[in-house]
């Protein structure tokens, strides 16, 4: 009786791991067709001051045409793309796209003054050529380095290497500034962070849910807070859905906020009209 069972827990099991086998060569199959066929697009979601409630950035997040795949979400689709070189591919095209974006509001909005957030995985920044595709894109659209801010997340900080170490200095070197992305999420020491001259810490999202309720939580945002100050650093809470959430991190002296409270990601022509709300 126990080895059917056994057996059949096998079954389960191989299973499962035979629906996921598939599920990640569709994943990998429709990031393909979107590369060659155009069917990715970026939504720009603002990321606001508390100081004075102007838009000061946006971050760029990926999206794939719902005709290739149905809808899905970047947490799944970009880590099937980390796992091979297909995340340089797509890396490149949300790059450039964000750079003709930059380029098309200067030229028909006049906007200059914004600052676009881009998100960077690991395996771009061990990249050789990346700082350098960078440089030549940043020239072919004429686009100011600072107006450009990479987003890293802390566990791929916590797990840079020399080279992607390097790559972080090149392209400060140009001009180009940094984040650490879901902070508070990895488990990187006060030691790892002194060693990045990083500009901004991203509050987690998870931090942020009960910010209200949970006494752990603000103490730990209040923390967060209080260290990226003392390092020099501004921050940013991620995920602000509340008019309650914001007041908290206002009191906190928080720098900015992003979140549905003020706008969920939204499609480039909806950008211009929130900078004068
Ligand atoms: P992330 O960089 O931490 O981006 C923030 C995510 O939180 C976005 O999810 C955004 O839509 C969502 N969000 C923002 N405010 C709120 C809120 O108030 N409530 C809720 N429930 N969600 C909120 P999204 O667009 O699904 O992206 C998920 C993740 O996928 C991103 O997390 C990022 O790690 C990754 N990603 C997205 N675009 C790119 C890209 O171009 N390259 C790379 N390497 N990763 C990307
Ligand atoms: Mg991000
Ligand atoms: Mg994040
Ligand atoms: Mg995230």
Redesign the pocket.
């Known amino acids: 009786r126990a080895k059917e069972q056994g057996k059949n827990r096998f079954h389960f099991y191989s299973r499962a791991l035979d629906n996921d086998v598939k599920r990640h060569y569709r994943i990998e199959r429709a990031l393909k067709e979107a590369l060659a066929d155009e069917r990715f697009f970026l ?1 720009f ?1 603002p990321q606001i001051a508390l100081r004075d409630g102007d838009v000061t950035g946006v ?4 999206r794939i045409d719902e005709r290739v795949m149905g809808r899905m ?3 799944e689709f ?1 880590p099937v793309a980390e796992e091979s070189d297909l ?1 340089l591919k ?2 490149k095209w ?1 790059f450039e796209a964000c750079c003709r974006q930059i380029a098309a509001w200067r030229k028909r909005e006049g906007i200059h003054d914004l600052t676009v957030a ?4 690991r395996r771009q920044l061990m990249d050789e050529g990346w700082a350098h595709f960078v440089a030549e894109t940043l020239q072919t659209y004429e686009i100011d380095p600072g107006r450009i801010e990479f ?1 890293i ?1 802390e566990t791929t900080f916590v797990h840079i290497r020399k080279r992607g170490y390097e790559t972080i200095k090149r392209l400060q070197a140009l001009g180009c500034r940094f984040s650490i ?2 902070f508070g999420t990895g488990y990187s020491s006060l030691a790892n962070l002194k060693q990045f001259t990083v500009d901004k810490l ?1 509050i987690d ?1 998870s931090f942020i849910d009960e910010i209200v309720e949970n006494d752990s939580d603000r103490a730990i945002v209040r923390a967060s807070v209080a260290l990226a100050h003392a390092l020099g650093l501004s921050v940013i809470a ?4 509340s008019e309650k959430q914001k007041r908290i991190l206002a009191q906190m002296g928080c720098d900015e906020i ?4 003020f706008s ?2 939204v499609k480039p022509e909806e950008i211009p009209p929130l900078l004068s709300r």
């Open positions: 939504l979601q971050e760029a997040l990926l979400s970047p947490a970009i995340i797509i890396g949300v881009v998100n960077l995985s987003e997340t992305d879901d991203k999202k991620e995920g602000v859905e992003q979140g549905y409270l969920r990601p």
